[in-house]
Structure formats: C-alpha cells, structure tokens
C-alpha cells in the first residue's frame, strides 16, 4: 500500500483475502484467486466477486451453486473429486467421454456419471441403484425391495455395494443398517465406531457388544477393534486385555464394576492416572488427572495427594 502500512484483510470490503494493495488489490492469499473486479474469491476464472464468493465468471465460464467457475455449461457443482463435474442440473448428467453435462434421455434417466466410453451409465444418482446387467438406474427406496439403499448389482442382478451406513448382508445380499457407524468410507465399510461399539475391520461393520447372541460373535465383547482378519479382538475396551484365545478378558485390575465401569481395583493397585485415578480405599474413577496415584476424593477431578515419581501435587490437586 502507498502508505506502507498494514491493515486488516477479513472485513467486507475490497481487502478481504488481499495480500497487496495498491489502489487496488494486486494479490491474493494462498488458495484465492483475483478477479476481473481486483477482489479476491475461493474460484478460478471468476470475473466478480463479493466476500469471497464469486457472483459472475468470465467469458464461456459458468458459475455453481458452490460458487465455482467451470467451463461445463449445466454443471452446478465441481472441484471435490476426480471428475471435472461433480453434479449437473437437474435432468442432466455427466458425460466422462465429451466432459459435458448432457441432457437425460430414457437410457440415462436418473444417471448421474457416464462409463469414460460415454455410452453406459456408472453412477446412479441419490436414490437410485446401477443395475449392471442393464445399466439403467432404479428406485432402491422402496423398503421391501431386495435393492433397498443399494447403490449398484453386480452382472448377476445382485447388490454388490450399499449407501453410507449400511452393510452388506453376505448371505441374502441386501443393504442392512450398520448401527453405531460413526465414520464409514466410499466403499461404504465403518472404518470408525461409536462408543461402546466394537469394529470389525474386515466386515466394515460395527457390533454392540451387549447384544451378542451368536457364540461365533463372541470376539465382539468388550473390544474396540478387530484384527484385520476378523477373526480375533486386537483392542479390548479399558480395564481389558486380548487373552490367548483372541477374547477380552479382566486385565485383573478391577475386582468390581458397574455398567461395564470399574468402581473398585484391586487393593495395592491402581490403574493408568490419565485416564483412571486409583487409591487403596476408594479404588478407581474416570478423570482428567495425569501422573496420579493416589485421589482423596473419586468425586473430586482435583483431588490428587500423591503423584507418579518426578511429579508432584501443585495446590489445586493436580500433578505437574
């Protein structure tokens, strides 16, 4: 700037993302792009824009409604994934051959990306599932349907992959709910559970351990995670080790527990301090304490008297 001083550039007007100024804006932050209107935007080939967002693109470029320029006419959405458009409009869909978004005809109904051939459809859009023996899309809405939440069959008819949070059942073939999913993949395998749920890496599915039945699930009690065969625990839940036969067995620690939760270790014990304060008399709380022994009070996050060597407690209970 003339008077080589710097000012602010997060506010609502011509400095926002602007790293050099000079009547107007010279220069854009990492990842912004100056536009026609020497403002800066979140999008390439953007001709105006206004608080980061563009409002109109340069010539024979078109702007989405993620407020991105692409040179696809239809195409409202691009930039998150291999694909030079992520979403057409609406009866529109994706041609990966020519790379533009064609209008929809009865053989891509419902479609929303094309083989790189151009001539089949490979990805159905929301709610619909690829039928490889026809390559055309259907409803997998419909509860009662054996392609319910599927997202594509294999050459036989049958489901070979599910929408996120569902699973495929190995032995009728359809999409089930996979309960307690926290995180799940594109391949739609939970690759992270909720609490108090175990994973099994090579299912891709979550298990409630207080709902085994099968004594074939029996690995799924009080462990976290499966190997990645499936076919042992290779983490147990706190206050549990994996045992010889792959189960999760009493680390020997606690000698009583409620819901699941240690209240009470073995005496002379104590557990980890960060994540467990023990004491001879009260046995063991969950806290926040880190390098503690010994607690006064297993109500009290503040209460430790006695700290692991080379700590010590500071006057608000806590070791440093």
């Not at 608080?51 to 239809?74: A, F, M, P, S, V």
């Not at 569902?166 to 995180?183: E, P, Q, V």
């Not at 060597?309 to 440093?320: A, D, K, M, S």
């Amino acid at each position: 700037m003339k008077d080589r001083k710097c000012k602010p550039n997060t506010e609502d007007n011509e400095l926002k993302y602007c790293i050099i100024y000079d009547k107007e804006c010279k220069k854009c932050e990492s990842r912004y792009f100056l536009g026609e209107d020497f403002r800066c935007s979140k999008t390439e080939n953007c001709a105006e824009s206004e608080n980061g967002k563009c409002l109109q693109c340069k010539n024979n470029y078109y702007l989405g409604y993620d407020n991105r320029c692409t040179n696809i006419e239809h195409c409202i959405y691009s930039g998150n994934s291999s694909y030079a458009c992520d979403e057409c409009e609406k009866n529109y869909f994706f041609d990966s051959l020519n790379m533009t978004c064609k209008e929809e005809n009865d053989y891509f109904k419902n479609c929303k990306v094309s083989l790189n051939d151009g001539t089949k459809c490979s990805i159905c859009k929301d709610n619909y599932y690829l039928n490889k023996t026809d390559f055309l899309c259907y409803d997998n809405s419909n509860e009662e349907s054996k392609y319910y939440k599927c997202i594509s069959t294999d050459a036989n008819g049958l489901c070979e992959k599910c929408m996120n949070n569902f699973y495929l059942n190995s032995g009728d073939r359809k999409c089930t709910i996979n309960w307690g999913c926290a995180y799940s993949e594109r391949t739609n395998k939970c690759i992270e559970c909720e609490k108090y749920y175990c994973l099994d890496i090579k299912k891709g599915i979550c298990k409630d351990s207080d709902y085994i039945e099968d004594e074939s699930e029996k690995i799924y009690i009080n462990c976290n995670k499966t190997n990645e065969e499936g076919t042992a625990c290779a983490e147990c839940a706190y206050g549990y080790k994996v045992g010889e036969e792959g189960f999760c067995v009493d680390d020997g620690l606690c000698i009583e527990r409620e819901n699941g939760v240690c209240i009470r270790c073995r005496e002379g014990d104590y557990l980890d301090g960060t994540l467990l304060c023990a004491n001879r008399v009260f046995g063991c709380m969950s806290t926040f304490i880190q390098f503690c022994v010994k607690c006064d009070d297993i109500t009290n996050l503040f209460s430790c008297t006695q700290c692991e060597e080379g700590f010590e407690v500071n006057n608000n209970g806590i070791c440093v």
